[in-house]
């Protein structure tokens, strides 16, 4: 994919953690169904190296958005301002500050780019960093969330603004923003990354699932404990999923949004919506003001073999009005 060939990444992870090379494979073949089409053999191999805390080298020459995977550090990128999403406060038990969320993209492709320094957040505060302005940024890297890259810049990146002697083929970049969108009775059944805008007209319970607070994967119970396969014992976390039914007026369609997504859609921290369970009429107090909702998602379609249906899994929600994820890195 980008020098590192996928015998490489294999011999590498291998030779650092003594795990027998047929092991790696099995955790990388696993790796790639749960992703299903998102990422290709080296792309899982990368993401698996990562989890196991393995550095695979970085690729040399010019590096665009398409070939960013999920894991890499010291990510240098020229890229162009799409579409600022605003600044956010956010306050947790353990730390509070301010995170911005905005989305670049290049000739190859967009990603979401996370900003968690406040000396960075202060650009695009002080409108120095707009829609358009072109960014040169050092030391980024790159995470998966909901299996989805991110770009996230912390207190080590560096950015220049409209760096001198570079540009960047806007053109494609809205042409592919505009590819994206779809209707509802147009999407095929491996649809990913497709924005779709419409309605919400029903709204079902909102359910709970244990996950692991490191990288929200679902956690089994063993011998009275929480385990993820990844991070070991960890203190779960309740996730939230949401369906809900999704009518852009060409068709509706049952669609689900996890964790931050679901959040967002009902304007509730997944702590709030869990409390409210037992509160069926305040639950229904918000589930009616959330029918209606007019949204702008990114979606992956998912084929519901039982049902022989198409179904949405909610990747991302481009536009709405309420809160923009809070997640903290
Ligand atoms: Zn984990």
Not at 58 to 75: R, Y
Not at 108 to 118: E, N
């Amino acid at each position: 994919m980008f020098g590192v060939s996928y015998q490489d990444i294999i011999k590498r992870i291998n030779q650092e953690t003594n795990i027998s090379s047929e092991e790696i494979e099995l955790k990388v073949k696993e790796k790639l169904s749960k992703m299903s089409d998102l990422v290709t053999k080296e792309g899982a191999a990368h993401i698996v190296a990562h989890e196991l805390g393995v550095k695979i080298f970085q690729p040399v020459g010019k590096l665009t958005i398409d070939k960013l995977i999920a894991g890499m550090n010291s990510v240098n990128l020229l890229c162009k301002v799409v579409k600022l999403f605003g600044v956010r406060e956010f306050k947790t038990e353990k730390r509070q500050g301010k995170v911005a969320n905005l989305l670049v993209g290049d000739e190859t492709g967009i990603i979401k780019l996370v900003m968690w320094d406040t000396n960075q957040i202060k650009l695009i505060e002080d409108s120095q960093i707009k829609e358009n302005t072109i960014l040169k940024i050092k030391n980024g890297y790159i995470k998966e969330n909901n299996g989805f890259k991110e770009f996230h810049l912390g207190n080590r990146s560096q950015i220049t603004i409209n760096p001198e002697n570079e540009t960047l083929n806007v053109k494609e970049v809205q042409l592919q923003q505009e590819f994206f969108k779809k209707q509802i009775k147009d999407l095929g059944d491996n649809d990913v990354n497709v924005s779709v805008f419409g309605t919400i007209t029903q709204i079902f319970e909102p359910r709970f699932y244990e996950a692991c607070p490191e990288c929200n994967k679902k956690v089994r119970l063993y011998d009275g404990k929480f385990i993820c396969d990844a991070h070991g014992s960890v203190q779960e976390k309740l996730v939230p999923i949401l369906n809900f039914i999704f009518d852009d007026g060409t068709e509706s369609i049952r669609t689900t949004a996890f964790r931050n997504q679901a959040e967002q859609i009902i304007e509730k921290s997944s702590k709030e919506l869990y409390e409210l369970r037992q509160f069926p009429e305040k639950l229904e107090e918000i589930k009616n003001k959330i029918i209606g909702k007019q949204i702008n998602i990114l979606v992956k379609v998912n084929k519901n073999e039982m049902f022989g249906r198409k179904e949405l899994n909610v990747q991302r929600i481009l536009d709405s009005n309420v809160i923009e994820e809070m997640q903290i890195s």
